[in-house]
Structures are given as structure tokens and as C-alpha cells.
């Protein structure tokens, strides 16, 4: 399976700095980037032959003030990072070694949580700091996504788009209990209240759910500084008028959301799966996302996974 991969991270135009971030991570061939590293995407990581240890994809969108909203997803990053190209280590994952990459990630996530937390406990400077994390990782046909907070994953094929993950938010709260719709979710006074992110707390409920691909699906992660300007049709007409030139689109995202406020930092991951070995979809088929069963919970890392079903 050949991927195509380009991610961009904007500032916006009210924002002084820039609190996202994002990674991109080959672990088969050891190499990895972030926004970080001043959102330039090395050529070994625009066209990825996914090897056996798989591929991981984040965004993060940092909280706090000051300069501490940076530091949570600057730390959310490269904390997974480090954890994953160790993982070859099992007391440094605290994950058997045959274990799939999903659970590697769900507990280098637990582990980033933890730093976090630690860092905002002990320099008053970063006193209730957090990060959102939506993580996908990918092996064989398959895509694990990994999420705490608001940070989205959109699934792309052909003309369908669906939204993989659910807001872990108070207003996505209030519309699954019938007391607020959709529609008005979308201008809500609180809707940037999330009810749980990296570091805000030293217990993590992870929500996790799966995708099997298909040949030419594309997967696209964003902060909500893309997810609360566009639409979900908007991000699919605008990636598919770029006829898969993957820079052009995610140039494009980023510049209709500056274009209608550009409040907030814009960061998005853009993926395309391609390659004989991935099963072409059906003519009727849809997009279908799976949410695993219940295991037992893992407290190698302090917290437990959520199987909150996702519709």
C-alpha cells in the first residue's frame, strides 16, 4: 500500500501564535515529522510504502496561557514520537510486543497525558494546559483512530465523506441527549468547551474506532479551526477540485477558512491510499466505521478505554 501524505498548519489572522500541531510518523523506515519542525514535510514522508510496523497521523490542537497552549501539543507530538519508534521496547510501551499499533498508540497517548499533566503540575507557567489529540494508525487495510477531545477525521470515497470521530464536547453532549440540534451545535456559545484533553487531567478516556480502506480513499484530520469554518461537503468539494494534488488541496482548506474569519489556528492532515493490495469499493458500498468491542482496562498509563459507539 502506497500513502500520499501533505499537512499544513496556519496560524490564522486573529491568533498571535500558532497553538496546533501535527505529526507524521513512517515507523517502519524510523521517520517522523512535525509542525514543529517548521511544517516542512521531507520527501521520504510525502509518498510512504507502509512496511509491517505501519504509519501514524496526528493532529493536536494545544489550550493554556501564554505560551503554554504551543507547549501541550508541541509535548502531545513528540511524546507519541518518542514512544512509538521505542516501541520496540515493551517496557517502554508498557504493550506486548505483538500487540497492534493502535494499542501502541493508545498508550503512548496515555503517556503524552501524563507528561502533560506532570509539566503543568510543576511550572506554574503552564498551570492547566492541554492538547486534543486525533491519532490514525494505519496497517495493512486497516485505520485505527485514536481521539481525545475536538480534533476531527474525515473519511473521503469518491463522492461520500463521513466523519469518523465524535466530538468529545459539551455541545456534542447536549446534542446527543435531544436538547440542542445540529444545526445549532454549529454556533453555540459553548461550542469550544471539550470535556476532556491531554494533560487536563491525570485519568484519560481515549475514544478509539476503525475504518477498513479502500483503494483511493483519502483520510483528512484537522484542529477545529478548519471543522467549525467549513462544512463537511465543503472539505470534500475542495479536495476533489484539487484532482489529487494533496498540497493544493490542503492550500485551499486553509485559505477558505482564513477566508470566513480565520479565528483560530488551522492545521490538516491529508492522506491518500493507493496500490493493487487495497480492495477497490464497491459501487454501493459506504463508508463504515467500526467501534472495537469492550476490553479490559488498560492502566499502564492511567486510563481506560471508551467505546462510546459512534454513529
Known amino acids: 500500500m502506497i500513502v500520499y501524505i501533505h499537512a499544513k498548519t496556519d496560524v490564522g489572522l486573529i491568533r498571535q501564535g500558532n497553538e496546533d500541531n501535527f505529526l507524521i510518523l513512517d515507523l517502519s523506515a524510523g521517520l517522523g515529522c512535525t509542525g514543529s519542525d517548521g511544517g516542512q514535510i521531507p520527501e521520504a514522508l510525502r509518498r510512504v510504502k507502509v512496511g509491517p510496523k505501519g504509519l501514524v497521523l496526528v493532529v493536536s490542537d494545544g489550550m493554556g496561557g501564554a505560551l ?3 507547549v501541550a501539543s508541541r509535548m502531545a507530538v513528540e511524546n507519541v514520537r518518542d514512544m512509538l519508534l521505542g516501541s ?6 508498557g504493550t506486548k510486543e505483538d500487540a497492534p499499533l493502535v494499542e501502541y498508540l493508545r498508550n503512548a497517548t496515555g503517556y503524552a497525558n501524563f507528561a502533560i499533566h506532570r509539566k503543568g503540575l510543576e511550572d506554574a507557567r503552564y498551570s492547566g494546559m492541554g492538547a486534543t489529540f486525533t491519532g490514525a494508525a494505519i496497517t495493512g487495510h486497516l485505520l485505527d483512530l485514536v481521539q481525545v477531545g475536538d480534533s476531527r477525521a474525515y473519511i473521503i470515497r469518491g463522492a461520500e465523506i463521513k ?3 465524535k466530538d468529545q464536547s459539551l455541545v456534542q453532549q447536549l446534542v446527543d441527549v435531544g436538547q440542542i440540534s445540529e444545526q445549532d ?3 453555540h456559545m459553548f461550542r469550544n468547551v471539550i470535556l476532556q484533553a491531554l494533560g487536563a487531567q491525570s485519568e484519560l478516556v481515549p475514544v478509539t474506532c476503525r475504518v477498513g480502506l ?5 483520510v483528512l484530520l484537522c484542529s477545529d479551526g478548519l471543522s467549525g469554518k467549513l462544512r463537511a461537503e465543503d472539505m470534500r468539494r475542495i479536495v476533489a477540485d484539487a484532482k489529487d494534488n494533496l498540497t493544493a488541496a490542503c492550500d485551499r482548506l486553509v485559505q477558505e477558512a482564513n477566508d470566513r474569519g480565520g479565528e483560530d489556528n488551522i492545521t490538516v492532515v491529508l492522506a491518500k491510499f493507493t496500490g493493487a493490495d487495497l480492495p477497490s469499493p464497491k459501487p454501493s458500498e459506504r463508508i463504515t466505521v467500526e467501534v472495537p468491542e469492550p476490553e479490559e482496562p488498560d492502566h499502564t498509563l492511567g486510563g481506560e478505554e471508551d467505546t462510546t459507539e459512534i454513529p
Open 88 to 93: 520496540d521496547s515493551e517496557e517502554s510501551t
Open 185 to 187: 451545535a454549529e454556533t
Open 163 to 165: 466523519l469518523a470521530t
Open 214 to 218: 479502500r483503494r483511493n480513499d483519502l
Open 68 to 70: 503554554a497552549g504551543d
